[in-house]
């Protein structure tokens, strides 16, 4: 039989795996007539399922709603409870005292190149180096090698565009477009543009680039979501050789990873 902290720690074990982000919240003072002593824990998923917990009641269903906000807000904190009455809104009525802390788990950002030539290539090992997931899509399979990419996590074979309709598109997903050519860009902008993507970088000139753009508003692409898109790629600075496109990219990047913690 699987006790309660064997499965807390599988259930975030397997988050990890799934790149979902959980709440592990645990009990760090508990006074009085609380329900839970020290060190109860439960693990809290983004669709409120728990596992485990830290007493039950109103106490505990704040505690879940906090966590919601904490992992959306991608900052863990501390939560204080009394136990006292609850018609003055205190969580309960044990006669008690608890401390909860929330310690948010979010997944390992992932670096989605949707392109495997040179300056894809580039990015893909500066991602790595940063320590992002990296995934590499191209529809030549001759590039998407393990010699070529030997740190992508997952490399991917096929159409662009129906390999981006069925990707799982998340609010740690980053996405660098340096196709191979930018006849099916704007069927890859339509798929992304129903999902929370905190980054989007499209290589080519701003003539190139307002092209794609049209052809996306026909396909139903709303301006708010084109206009987040950074076009021409990258910080300017100055970067002519693809590895030096790459750093202005992974920059980038980085920044607006930054900004999304801020914002959220």
Same mark, same amino acid.
């Given at each position: ?34 329900? &839970? ?61 608890? &401390? ?54 997952? &490399? ?109």
């Amino acid at each position: 039989m699987i006790d309660e902290t064997q499965a807390i720690l599988e259930a975030a074990l397997q988050a990890v795996r799934d790149c979902e982000p959980v709440a592990l919240v645990t009990v760090i003072e508990s006074r009085g007539s609380a329900p &839970r002593g020290m060190s109860a824990r439960m693990l809290v998923r983004a669709d409120g399922s728990t596992v485990g917990t830290v007493g039950g009641g109103a106490a505990e269903a704040r505690a879940v709603q906090a966590s919601a906000a904490a992992m959306q807000e991608g900052q863990s904190r501390e939560l204080s409870f009394r136990l006292v009455d609850e018609a003055q809104g205190d969580a309960g009525v044990c006669g008690g005292d608890m &401390r909860l802390f929330v310690d948010v788990l979010l997944p390992r950002p992932t670096l989605l190149i949707m392109g495997g030539g040179h300056v894809g290539q580039a990015v893909a090992a500066q991602g790595a180096l940063i320590g992002y997931r990296v995934v590499v899509m191209d529809e030549r399979p001759e590039l998407l090698t393990e010699e070529r990419f030997p740190h992508a996590h997952e &490399r991917a074979v096929g159409d662009l565009a129906q390999l981006a309709a069925e990707y799982p598109f998340t609010a740690h997903t980053f996405v660098v477009m340096v196709t191979p050519h930018h006849s099916v860009d704007d069927e890859i902008l339509a798929a992304m543009a129903p999902h929370p993507v905190p980054y989007v970088g499209l290589i080519g000139s701003r003539r190139r680039s307002a092209l794609t753009f049209e052809r996306a508003r026909q396909r139903g692409v709303p301006d708010a979501f084109l206009q987040q898109v950074r076009t021409p790629i990258g910080l300017d600075i100055g970067a002519e050789t693809p590895q030096e496109i790459a750093v202005s990219i992974i920059g980038e990047v980085i920044a607006a990873q930054r900004k999304s913690r801020k914002r959220s």
